[in-house]
């Protein structure tokens, strides 16, 4: 566990990369929304925006880097490839979670203020907001680490097969939509997927990124393992 600490400081020390630039983000975001929202006249009806995402697609780029910036470093100080995997996800998982409480505090603020003081919705989304606290942070956790792990395997992939093994992946999941696509053409399955769609929540939502995130993370963890310095 020390040494699982240890990484994760080693990750922070380019606090920039990790933690500055997120932060610039979220406020980045924020205040260019409201400037949006103050330009449109005022007609009663609620406004929305995508904003939030911003951070969250970050979360994609930053399993990259946490990778190809630090795991050189780490094989280099004789860090186990197990080590530095678990200190990298803990690490990363904190940082999203702590995220998530804040965009869900940031949410009630906004209820609160009725969207700002401009009737806006940008952190209480109707499709979220009603949902319970938990199931509310839940959703904005596992959507952020979910992206991150994306970036890692990635990384990972890169790392051990390099350009290679990217091209054969990205092949193989093109390979994979196209045929699902296909086939649920074929079988006239739109209208049931629309409709499964469309009935998910999110709790549902989380659990099935939450499930997307152990099968990347158990992929990633197998490929690390291999990967060269």
Known sequence: MNSAVNVARMQLINKWTFLGIPAVIMVAAFLITLAIWAMIPATGVTVYSGAVQAVMWYFLALGVQSLTLTFPFSQAMSVSRRTFYIGTVGLFAVVALAISVLYYLLGLVEVATNGWGLNGQLYALDWLAGSNPVVQILFYFITMVA????????ATIYRRWQATGMLISWIAIAVVLIGLAGLTTWQGWWPAVGQWFVAQTPLTVSGWAALFCLVLG?????????AVP
Request: aromatic share 30%; no cysteine.
């Open 147 to 154: 992206l991150f792990m994306i970036g890692f395997w990635f």
């Open 218 to 226: 158990g992929g990633s963890y197998l490929t690390l393992r291999r």
